[in-house]
């Protein structure tokens, strides 16, 4: 980066960690997009003298309401919910709902701030936008959860729409809680519209939405590695988490003839030097889908090995699948990654490496896909789930699947043809953060202020 131009977006920096202290998810977020973004704008005169950088990193709208429900012994309690309504330039605003004590407002505007590059990268008519609570639902019971949902929503419901906002899960909400969620909104609205997705099959939900984010995710990786002469057949993965995104991903890597070694979750890590089966990895979804049980029991139950309180990345192995949560690769980890020959990373979980693991990994040979595109498939098919509602229909599994390799597949041809470097290398989180920001700038641009 030229000197002129590193001083341009430190000061930015700056002055955007004092507009919003104490949240540096989102500063973090931020500093990553722009690195990229800056000189792009430095070299392009029409993005300049609009303040882009100054708008694109202020939400258009965030809500903070109170929740209070009542748990099975009849104490109330309260909880924050939030929706950040980030950037509604390219369509309405998407982006999913979490629920985990460490929900806060930066962690939601970090996420929200992603998913406007996300959404773009997708090339559907979709904003960004992300929402959440601090509620734990871990130990809760299902009225428990159904009752936070319903209350939840009964705040919610007045600022979504299917032309205004369209929330979907993310951690801890899936089937169960967007079931509850969207049977709250139907009570009170009167209406069956596409207001959220990723719901059944049984009431307006898309085939392959609960697999898209993990298959897109392998489908992305494959792109990566057939661009070098590299194929997934043999090859071994570590995959990190074993909730929606885990799940798929480990059962897309071993459909194409891959070998999952591990998978985790916030006690540890369990290690299959066999290989975790498509018969085991039924046995982990029924623990942790309908049993909700930990990822430990695998070990007991397979004769594995358990590493309590690790993660995965010290385990040798050829790809690397981060699916867990944010800032989950650490430095060391990354060097550890490295050291062990590992040859790709492809991002499930949204900024799942801290900034000084991103340096270690750019600045090695590992093929490294940011999570804007290499997650990017639950979105999208998000997004064709909107166009089933709008058109009452219901698309096959193979029709879905097919739309979102070819979707994957465009998402990599458009981060290189932004981040391809002079050696003819792909830097592919250069042209991720390029592509996404060029289609949402120019619609700002369009729409005046
Ligand atoms: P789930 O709730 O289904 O699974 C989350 C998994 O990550 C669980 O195994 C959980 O373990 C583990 N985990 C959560 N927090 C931590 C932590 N602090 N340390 C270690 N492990 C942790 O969520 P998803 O699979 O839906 O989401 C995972 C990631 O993927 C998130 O970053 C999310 O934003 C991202 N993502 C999800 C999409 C989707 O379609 N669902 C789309 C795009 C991105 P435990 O059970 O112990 O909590």
Redesign the pocket.
Known sequence: MKKKTQKQLDTFLEKLAERNPHQPEFQQAVKEVLQSVVPYIAQHEKYQDQALLERITEPERIITFRVVWQDDDGALHVNRGYRVQFNSAIGPYKG?I?F?P?VTPSVLKF?AFEQIF?NSLTGLPMGGGKGGSDFNP?DRSDSEVMRFCQAFMTELYRHIGPDTDIP???????AREIGYLYGQYKKIANVHQPVLT?KGLAYGGSKI?TE???YGNVFFMREMLKRVGKEIEGTTAVV????????HTAEKWIALGGKVLA?????GTIYDESGISQEKLEWIKDL?NNKRG??KEYAKEFDAEFREGK?PWDIKSDVAFP????N?IEKKDAEKLVKNGCQALSE?????CTEAAMEVLRDSDILYAP?KAS?????AV?GLEISQNILRLSWSREEVEERLEKIMQEIHEKCLEYGIDDNGNADYVKGANIAGFVKVADAMIALGV
Not at 323 to 326: G, I, L, R, W, Y
Request: aromatic share 0%.
């Open positions: 999913g979490r985990t460490t996420l996300k871990r979907a899960g993310d951690i801890n909400v899936s990723g939405r898209a984010t993990g990190s988490g074993s909730g929606n995104v885990a799940q998978m985790s979750d916030s006690d942790k930990r990822i993660k699916c867990a949560t944010q989950e499930g979980a949204n900024m799942p999570g997650n990017a498939g639950g979105v998000s």
